[in-house]
């Protein structure tokens, strides 16, 4: 398996597990909206692409 598709794997199951934990904190003091989670989960994505873009390239850069 490509190096690549793990990490987005691993993005996702992040993004999944920290769905729930927003889920489980705000039940208790309202209901969350789907537009509202979707947009948390773009913005976990999108900070998830930031980081394994960056780690892509410290990884690329010749050592030394």
């Known amino acids: ?3 690549g598709e793990f990490g987005a794997g691993l993005a996702h199951r992040q993004v999944l597990c920290s769905v ?4 489980r904190r705000l039940h208790s003091d309202r209901w969350i909206c789907k537009a509202e ?3 948390h989960v ?3 994505a999108r900070e998830q692409r930031t980081f394994l873009r960056a ?7 010749p050592e030394g």
């Open 20 to 23: 729930t934990v927003l889920r």
């Open 37 to 39: 989670l979707s947009l």
């Open 55 to 61: 780690s892509r390239r410290l990884r690329s850069r």
């Open 1 to 3: 398996m490509p190096e």
């Open 42 to 44: 773009m913005q976990i």
